[in-house]
T-cell receptor, first 114, second 111 residues
Framework: KAGVTQTPRYLIKTRGQQVTLSCSPI?????VSWYQQTPGQGLQFLFE???????NKGNFPGRFSGRQFSNSRSEMNVSTLELGDSALYLC?????????????FGDGTRLSIL | DAKTTQPNSMESNEEEPVHLPCNHS???????IHWYRQLPSQGPEYVIH???SNVNNRMASLAIAEDRKSSTLILHRATLRDAAVYYC????????????FGEGTQLTVNP
């Protein structure tokens, strides 16, 4: 069974640009969550999508947005990139989300802002 | 979410059992106990979760104290690949899918 796939693995951008990251969940999983991980702040929740609808949102500015497609694949977009956006962006999928289910993570996209 | 407390680091020898403790004295009755781990340069990996009863899976066992104020993750035979940071977290219905990791326990496995 294929795991969660995130593309690209590495990305270098400059300030002011925008970026789109992609996540393909495990087949059959309908919930996709996005996280930002940095050495200083640790793992921070961005948002969760379920059946193409954003179900939960963390405390990030509106520059961070996402969407989910009918096949449960998800994309995350960051506009007007700032130096502080340099981080590992992780995607996790689960059957239908929730507190009593495991989440399965991809290996992330490492975004570097110059 | 309720807070958990874990040792900063632990050391083990290869092929020996490892017991990773987690204290959660403010746990509520409906909080699930989850364990994840993260190897260097990889995304977090789900290990195990439970509510009240002990749980076993192919990766590990989870032993939950009778009062649920503590739990122990048991790796039955440590391998070098088990060297990672282990996170114990509590999730309740209001958490949804939102995971928040603390400092975790850095496990070192000696060959």
């Amino acid at each position: 069974k294929a795991g969660v796939t995130q593309t690209p693995r590495y990305l270098i951008k400059t300030r002011g640009q925008q970026v789109t990251l992609s996540c393909s969940p495990i087949s059959g999983h309908r919930s996709v969550s996005w996280y930002q991980q940095t050495p200083g702040q640790g793992l921070q929740f961005l948002f969760e999508y379920f059946s193409e609808t954003q179900r939960n949102k963390g405390n990030f500015p509106g520059r961070f947005s996402g969407r989910q497609f009918s096949n449960s694949r998800s994309e995350m977009n960051v506009s007007t990139l700032e130096l502080g956006d340099s981080a590992l962006y992780l995607c996790a999928s689960s059957l239908w989300g929730g507190f009593n289910q495991p989440q399965h993570f991809g290996d992330g996209t490492r975004l570097s802002i110059l | 979410d309720a807070k958990t407390t874990q040792p900063n680091s632990m050391e083990s020898n290869e092929e020996e059992p490892v017991h990773l403790p987690c204290n959660h004295s403010t746990i509520s009755g409906t909080d699930y106990i989850h364990w994840y781990r993260q190897l260097p340069s990889q995304g977090p990996e789900y290990v195990i979760h439970g509510l009240t009863s002990n749980v076993n899976n192919r990766m590990a066992s989870l032993a939950i104290a009778e009062d649920r104020k503590s739990s122990t993750l048991i790796l039955h035979r440590a391998t070098l690949r088990d060297a990672a940071v282990y996170y114990c977290i509590l999730l309740r219905e209001t958490s949804g899918s939102r995971l928040t990791f603390g400092e975790g326990t850095q496990l070192t496995v000696n060959p």
